[in-house]
């Protein structure tokens, strides 16, 4: 009987070494003057950026969900990277953070070196973007677990916030202003309806979007914006007193999370809806609640600013490509009633 072999179980290891070199250019071009030792060791090593008085770490974990299947059906990998750096890095962002490094987690039945390179490669463009390096990673075979030729990706970050810059929403007020920066789509929630939806209705991925020129793939494929540059620049313009990255639980379970008990928003409609969501809506077809609690409906970002910077923040948030909305306030909460409250159809 011959000798049994880690390749013939399923795992090839010169495939893992054949992937890493294929992403080092990218991940150097990630790097920043923090980072001590990165890619290819057992751990890495970053320093915390001078000048910062009272540094504080500020961590994140997150995927990219469903979303994956329609870039297997696509065969389409690179966004996908982009999406994995984009739910991780807005969610520090949330708490006024300096996203500091990323590390990613890539599984699969059987590693395919272009087709993982072509993931990594994303994940360091969402890194470039979100101005964090990339310092690491895992790949893994897991044959018998997955479909072939399907992955799964988890992400982890690390930002860095001065103590006493941290926003937590604890200064919100009544009357303060609540600013939606626009999401350029679906971002990466709410995949599991989208493909139900997408089911029912007959079209294929290479079909376009009815009443748009765009190509369905496309549509659903494109990236999650990341907020981290406009934001900064926000955070250094204007008192910001909390942020909302608004994902899974749409706008109202999201922007709660950021507001004190007694406190919460009354929303007025009227900002641009991507016509994904129409289309979504009326194919399923999905009751107005369903969609708001579901999917982010053109808002991937809230900041509540005082009233009198309203006109300061969208002039900042305009600089730097955002479309941006005066979508509300805040309001005393009644207990008898929702702490987001949306007036008009979304």
Not at 11 to 37: F, S
Not at 75 to 104: K, Q, S, W, Y
Not at 166 to 180: K, L, N, P, R
């Amino acid at each position: 009987m011959n000798n049994l072999t880690y390749r013939e179980a399923g795992v090839d290891i010169d495939a893992g070494e054949t992937l890493v070199e294929k992403i080092k250019p990218a991940v150097k071009a990630t790097m920043r003057p923090e980072v001590l030792t990165g890619i290819g060791g057992f751990s890495s090593l970053v320093s915390l950026p001078a000048g910062i008085a009272n540094p504080l770490l500020v961590s994140g974990t997150d995927g990219v969900g469903t979303k994956l299947k329609i870039a297997f059906a696509a065969n389409r990998h690179h966004t996908v990277g982009i999406d994995l750096v984009a739910m991780c890095a807005n969610d520090v962002l949330v708490a006024g953070a300096e996203p500091l490094f990323f590390l990613d987690y890539y599984a699969c039945e059987k590693l395919n070196p272009d087709q993982a390179a072509e993931v990594i490669s994303g994940i360091a463009e969402g890194c470039r973007e979100a101005g964090c390096a990339l310092v690491g990673g895992e790949s893994a075979e897991l044959p018998g677990l997955y479909r072939k030729g399907e992955y799964d990706l988890a992400g982890f970050i690390v930002g860095v916030v001065d103590r006493d810059k941290v926003i937590t929403g604890e200064f919100v007020g009544v009357g303060d202003a609540v600013i939606g920066l626009a999401s350029n789509g679906l971002h990466s929630n709410g995949y599991s309806l989208v493909r139900a939806v997408i089911e029912r209705s007959g079209l294929s991925l290479t079909d376009r979007l009815p009443g748009t020129d765009q190509l369905l793939a496309d549509v659903l494929l494109t990236p999650t914006r990341i907020y981290a540059k406009p934001l900064k620049a926000l955070i250094e313009a204007v008192e910001v007193k909390s942020l909302a990255h608004i994902t899974g639980g749409g706008l109202v379970d999201n922007i709660p999370r950021t507001l004190p008990d007694w406190l919460g928003v009354r929303l007025q409609t009227g900002w641009p809806v991507p016509p994904i969501f129409r289309w979504l809506a009326d194919t399923g077809p999905v009751a107005s609640e369903e969609m708001q609690r579901t999917f982010n409906m053109g808002i991937g970002m809230t900041a509540v600013v005082p009233h009198d910077k309203v006109e300061r923040a969208m002039d900042v948030l305009g600089e730097h490509d955002i479309s941006a909305h005066l979508i509300g306030e805040v309001v005393e909460h009644d207990p008898d009633t929702p702490r987001v409250i949306i007036e008009g159809d979304v």
